[in-house]
Structure formats: C-alpha cells, structure tokens
C-alpha cells in the first residue's frame, strides 16, 4: 500500500485495485497471457504449463499451512508421484491414457 492513501470505508480498503494506473497494468497483463500461447512455441508451452502447474500447488498449500495452519504431507506425495508414475502409465498403455 502506497504512503498517504487512508481508506475511510471498509469497501475502499477491501478494493485490490485502487487506480486507473493499477487497472491499466491488469489488463496488460491479461491480454499478454491471452496472447502467449499463440506467440509461444512448444518448449515455451510447456514451461508455462510446468510453471502454473507449481504455482497451483504452491497456493494451495499456502492456503492449507497459511490460514489453517494445517500440516500437509499429502500434498508434496501427490506432487512427487505424479510425475514418478506418469512414465510408466504412458509407456504401457499409452493408448489406454488418451
């Protein structure tokens, strides 16, 4: 939050963005997301995949340690064998995955 700014109402001080300048960045970001995967090869694809991939799971295990302060162990086992066991399902039955 910026120095000088006092928010009066709960409404004001709830808003994500207060700015036409913050609004204006917003949707530059949005239309450059829209727009990378007609612009991106496939190596650059992946890499986003990979990357939304752990940003997903990251923020999901922010909200389960962050705001309940639960312990999840769960979490890194799902995340740790999918990609183990993702090999061995494609190479024997690949047909039978897709």
């Not at 990378?36 to 389960?64: E, H, K, Q, R, T």
């Not at 190479?91 to 995955?97: L, T």
């Amino acid at each position: 939050m910026r120095i000088g700014t006092f928010k009066e109402s709960y409404v004001a001080d709830a808003a994500l963005f207060d700015s036409r300048t913050q609004h204006a960045w917003l949707a530059i970001a949005a239309a450059a997301l829209l727009l990378f995967p007609s612009v991106a090869n496939d190596y650059w694809l992946y890499m986003a995949c990979l990357v939304a991939i752990n940003v997903a799971s990251s923020a999901g295990l922010n909200i389960l340690t962050g705001y309940t302060g639960l312990v999840s162990l769960g979490q890194a086992a799902f995340m740790g064998l999918g990609p183990t066991r993702w090999p061995s399902c494609s190479c024997v039955g690949a047909r039978r995955w897709h």
